[in-house]
Structure formats: C-alpha cells, structure tokens
C-alpha cells in the first residue's frame, strides 16, 4: 500500500512538472511577448515594457483582498480584477507585486507612485477625486444585514427590520442609516462589530447591519453562525486608484472593465470570491467615465 | 447649547437609569462586604480563604472586562439574563470587594478588648460581629465606603458597553444625532454630578450622627 502511494505521488509529481512547464511556455507566449497594441508613450505601455507591475490591494478583507499566512498569497475580488487588467497589459500573473494599501495609505501611495494602481474596496467619492483619479466601479458595495445562519426570523430586506432588535456600532453610520430606513427596529449599540456578531450569536439580536464588506469579513470567520440577507440599502462604489488625471490609463482600465462585464471573466471573478459570501446575483455597475 | 436642552428627555431617561443601577448594585455590594468582611476576619480558615481569593479576583480585575465577559460569558452557560441585570450582578460583585476590605478595616480598628470582652461574655462569633464590633466598626468607615459609592455611581457607566441604556450610552446617542461632544459631554458630567455632591453632604451629615465620642 505504501509503496503504491509513493507511486502515486511520483506519477502526480511528474505529471504536474510537465504540466506548470506547460504553463511557463503559455506565460511566455502571451507576455511580454504578447501582441497589446498600447498607445505610445502611455502608462500601459512602460509597464508593459517594464513587464512588471505594482498593485495596492487590502491584506485583511476576505472576499476581496486577504493574504494567506501560510502561502503569502494574497487573494480575493480586487486580486482577480487586478490579474485581469495587468493581463491586458501583457504582464503575467507572476510579475505583479501587491503591496498592502490599508485606507489611510492609499491616495499616498498612489501620489508618490509607490504603486501603479490601487485596487482595494476604494470607495469613490470627491474629496479623493481631488488628490487622485478613479477608474470603475468595477463593484457597488453598500449597508447590508447579517443574519443568524438559516435566518429565523425571516429578515429578507431592510423594511423587515421595523420591530426587530439591530446590532450597529455606535456614532457609524451604519447606525443612522438603519434609523432611517427602519424606524421601528430596536437599535442596540457597541464599540466594534465584533461584539455585535457576538450578541447576535447569543440570540440577544435579530441582525447586525453595516457595510457588507464588513460582514463579509465577519461571516468569513464564522461561516457555520451567519449568513448575509443580500439587500444592499446603500450604495458605495468601488474603484480603481490611478494617478491624477492620468487619462489613458483610466480609460485603458475603463475598456478593460467593459470588455470583462461582457465576456464573463467579470462575473466569473465575482463567483469565486465574493460571490461565495453573497447569494445575490452579480451585476456589474456601469463605468462612470468622468 | 441646544444640542443639550433639546435632548434633557433623553439624558432624564438615562440618568434614572444609571441611579437604578447604582443603588441596587450598591445595596447587593454591602450585603456581599458584609459577608466578605466576615469571612476574611472568621475563625474558621477555609472561610478565610475563600474571602481573600474573592477579594483577589474582583478588587483586581478590570471593570470592563467583568462586564463584557459576563455578558458574553454567561449565555455561553445558557444563563440568560438582560443587559442590566448582567450590568447590576457585576458592579455588586466588584464593589462588594472593595466594602468587604474596607468594612474589615473597620473591623480591625475596633480595640482588640471589646472582643475579648464580648467573648468573656459567652458571645458566638455572629453575635460577637453583629452586636458589638460591626456597629463601631462601620462607624469609623462611613467616608470610605462613602467614597466606594461615588465611585460605584460613575462606575456604573461601563454598563454602556453592553448597551444598557444609561447615562453614558444615551450621551453617545446625543452626540451621533448633534455631533456636538463638548456641550452634550458637559450635560453628562452635570447629571453625575447632581447624584454624587448631594451623596457627598449627605454622607458627612451621616458620618457626624453616627460619630463615636471619644
């Protein structure tokens, strides 16, 4: 028996030599090699040129950029969306360096060009569009409800909140917002989201509601207690960071975005990161070209 | 300013909250001291004991950490108890060992004589406590215990980390609809205030009656 496990080993051993040889021949065909018409003198093309590129993405948001300790790879939507546009620059998936963007580094990073994009949960608003330009979205993240796992008490969207008891943190505005749109809901609140999953867990909340990136994250760790009701009641928009006013590249990264809503490795992105999380079907926002 | 009058309905509802709680917790902390005190000061040693490792681990313990560890902890053991019970149950359990250590001082500071004496006499141990060393004893602790009061009153604000409507945790939500921290801060301070200066003027006009001439 032992022996014919070695065996086995062996033959999968070889066979995957071979077969990641294979890949290396790929790589090498549609790389820097690659036929990309870019337009002369633009960002895409000294990268391009370079053939190599550097990526700001999250280390600590499951579903969308999240770094494996054990393998140091760092994985999620903005990772797969990050592949895809450096793909269409003809650079392979191995010459992109992600580096950690937490929120407060990212328009610096950006700025002082320590990174050529930042793709991580970067939400597009004005005051950022000053320092900063924006391709996408390429994702509308927004407020959304967590729920005890099979959801009991039947929470399909923010209107049934009205009587029921909900977990916020307080002064966010995750709390105003549930005030609003469901007057009658008891709001309970704490200090971090993490002692809400906690009350909910203990049955002494019917829900939680916040960002769903943040829930996200929380159902991340708890997959057997939670689950998300997929009603988004609030919109953020996420976008891609570039330098400012660094035209051809945002509109490079704008038709990258177009072409993959339509040829489904969008949505195929989607299914495999977030997707698993969030039951809703994927839709992709429309690119906003300002 | 308004953002402070606007809101006395809220900080009213808040403020009797945070007196319910501090009285309550304070009459279960002074049956607990007494009990303490006892054991600390029995004859009998595993009493003894057990009185010194209670007063080990609440007098040390952080308060906000008894109160979220017992929020979370306790429905882990299928007890299920609301927000302000959990909140009483651990500030009289914290309190009671700062009484019981404060009343065993007092008890210590009875001269050795009147025990003796009480003994001589045929007293038990219970009685001997109860009718001739207790009654000098919290004479002498009036303003200590006084101070665990006051103490137990602004103490009573970490029960807004398990969202118990109090004091505290209707500020906070002042403060998330005015955005206003300084002035609605200051209206919370003046409602801690109006419980603990009168406990203060009270408590000296107590500490003078019960006063032992000596």
């Given at each position: 028996?032992?022996?014919?496990?070695?065996?086995?080993?062996?033959?999968?051993?070889?066979?995957?030599?071979?077969?990641?040889?294979?890949?290396?021949?790929?790589?090498?065909?549609?790389?820097?090699?690659?036929?990309?018409?870019?337009?002369?003198?633009?960002?895409?093309?000294?990268?391009?040129?370079?053939?190599?590129?550097?990526?700001?993405?999250?280390?600590?948001?499951?579903?969308?950029?999240?770094?494996?300790?054990?393998?140091?790879?760092?994985?999620?939507?903005?990772?797969?969306?990050?592949?895809?546009?450096?793909?269409?620059?003809?650079?392979?998936?191995?010459?992109?360096?992600?580096?950690?963007?937490?929120?407060?580094?990212?328009?610096?990073?950006?700025?002082?060009?320590?990174?050529?994009?930042?793709?991580?949960?970067?939400?597009?608003?004005?005051?950022?569009?000053?320092?900063?330009?924006?391709?996408?979205?390429?994702?509308?993240?927004?407020?959304?409800?967590?729920v005890k796992k099979g959801n009991?008490k039947a929470i399909k969207a923010?209107?049934?909140?009205?009587?029921?008891?909900?977990?916020?943190?307080?002064?966010?505005?995750?709390?105003?917002?549930?005030?609003?749109?469901?007057?009658?809901?008891?709001?309970?609140?704490?200090?971090?989201?993490?002692?809400?999953?906690?009350?909910?867990?203990?049955?002494?909340?019917?829900?939680?509601?916040?960002?769903?990136?943040?829930?996200?994250?929380?159902?991340?760790?708890?997959?057997?207690?939670?689950?998300?009701?997929?009603?988004?009641?609030?919109?953020?928009?996420?976008?891609?960071?570039?330098?400012?006013?660094?035209?051809?590249?945002?509109?490079?990264?704008?038709?990258?975005?177009?072409?993959?809503?339509?040829?489904?490795?969008?949505?195929?992105?989607?299914?495999?990161?977030?997707?698993?999380?969030?039951?809703?079907?994927?839709?992709?926002?429309?690119?906003?070209?300002? | 300013?308004?953002?402070?009058?606007?809101?006395?309905?809220?900080?009213?509802?808040?403020?009797?909250?945070?007196?319910?709680?501090?009285?309550?917790?304070?009459?279960?902390?002074?049956?607990?001291?007494?009990?303490?005190?006892?054991?600390?000061?029995?004859?009998?040693?595993?009493?003894?004991?057990?009185?010194?490792?209670?007063?080990?681990?609440?007098?040390?313990?952080?308060?906000?950490?008894?109160?979220?560890?017992?929020?979370?902890?306790?429905?882990?053991?299928?007890?299920?108890?609301?927000?302000?019970?959990?909140?009483?149950?651990?500030?009289?359990?914290?309190?009671?060992?700062?009484?019981?250590?404060?009343?065993?001082?007092?008890?210590?500071?009875?001269?050795?004589?009147?025990?003796?004496?009480?003994?001589?006499?045929?007293?038990?141990?219970?009685?001997?406590?109860?009718?001739?060393?207790?009654?000098?004893?919290?004479?002498?602790?009036?303003?200590?215990?006084?101070?665990?009061?006051?103490?137990?009153?602004?103490?009573?604000?970490?029960?807004?980390?398990?969202?118990?409507?109090?004091?505290?945790?209707?500020?906070?939500?002042?403060?998330?609809?005015?955005?206003?921290?300084?002035?609605?801060?200051?209206?919370?301070?003046?409602?801690?205030?109006?419980?603990?200066?009168?406990?203060?003027?009270?408590?000296?006009?107590?500490?003078?009656?019960?006063?032992?001439?000596?």
């Amino acid at each position: 028996m032992r022996r014919a496990r070695h065996l086995q080993v062996a033959v999968l051993a070889a066979v995957l030599t071979v077969s990641m040889a294979g890949c290396g021949k790929d790589k090498k065909n549609s790389g820097s090699g690659k036929k990309v018409s870019l337009k002369a003198g633009s960002t895409m093309e000294k990268l391009n040129k370079a053939g190599k590129v550097t990526v700001g993405v999250k280390f600590d948001q499951p579903g969308f950029g999240q770094k494996d300790p054990s393998s140091g790879k760092v994985a999620g939507f903005d990772v797969e969306i990050a592949k895809i546009i450096a793909g269409e620059m003809g650079i392979p998936e191995k010459s992109i360096e992600f580096v950690e963007s937490v929120s407060a580094n990212r328009e610096p990073f950006i700025t002082e060009g320590k990174v050529d994009m930042v793709v991580a949960t970067y939400t597009i608003n004005d005051k950022r569009k000053a320092l900063i330009s924006f391709a996408g979205p390429y994702y509308v993240a927004g407020q959304d409800i967590m729920v005890k796992k099979g959801n009991p008490k039947a929470i399909k969207a923010v209107a049934d909140l009205n009587g029921k008891k909900v977990c916020s943190v307080e002064g966010s505005t995750s709390e105003k917002n549930v005030k609003a749109k469901a007057p009658q809901a008891t709001v309970t609140l704490f200090k971090t989201y993490t002692e809400c999953a906690e009350d909910l867990r203990n049955d002494k909340v019917d829900a939680v509601s916040t960002d769903n990136v943040i829930l996200i994250g929380l159902i991340d760790k708890a997959k057997d207690d939670f689950e998300l009701v997929g009603d988004k009641f609030t919109d953020e928009p996420y976008g891609i960071g570039v330098k400012k006013d660094d035209t051809d590249f945002r509109n490079f990264v704008n038709d990258v975005l177009e072409k993959i809503y339509k040829d489904g490795r969008w949505k195929k992105a989607y299914t495999d990161t977030v997707g698993k999380f969030v039951k809703e079907a994927p839709e992709p926002p429309a690119v906003v070209r300002y | 300013m308004n953002a402070v009058f606007d809101h006395l309905g809220d900080y009213a509802n808040g403020w009797f909250t945070t007196i319910q709680l501090a009285v309550l917790s304070f009459l279960f902390a002074m049956a607990i001291g007494l009990l303490i005190a006892a054991m600390r000061v029995s004859p009998f040693q595993p009493a003894r004991v057990v009185g010194t490792a209670y007063v080990d681990v609440f007098r040390n313990s952080p308060l906000p950490v008894l109160t979220l560890l017992f929020w979370f902890g306790l429905p882990k053991l299928d007890i299920g108890i609301s927000r302000f019970i959990t909140a009483m149950i651990v500030l009289s359990l914290y309190t009671g060992a700062f009484l019981g250590e404060t009343i065993r001082s007092g008890i210590n500071s009875v001269a050795v004589g009147q025990s003796e004496a009480a003994r001589s006499i045929g007293l038990t141990f219970t009685q001997n406590l109860r009718l001739v060393i207790l009654p000098q004893a919290l004479r002498t602790v009036v303003q200590p215990i006084g101070n665990i009061w006051i103490a137990l009153v602004k103490n009573t604000a970490v029960a807004s980390f398990i969202a118990v409507p109090e004091l505290i945790y209707r500020t906070s939500q002042i403060n998330t609809a005015e955005s206003q921290p300084v002035p609605i801060l200051i209206g919370a301070a003046v409602g801690y205030l109006l419980l603990t200066l009168p406990s203060g003027a009270v408590l000296s006009a107590i500490e003078r009656r019960v006063a032992i001439k000596r």
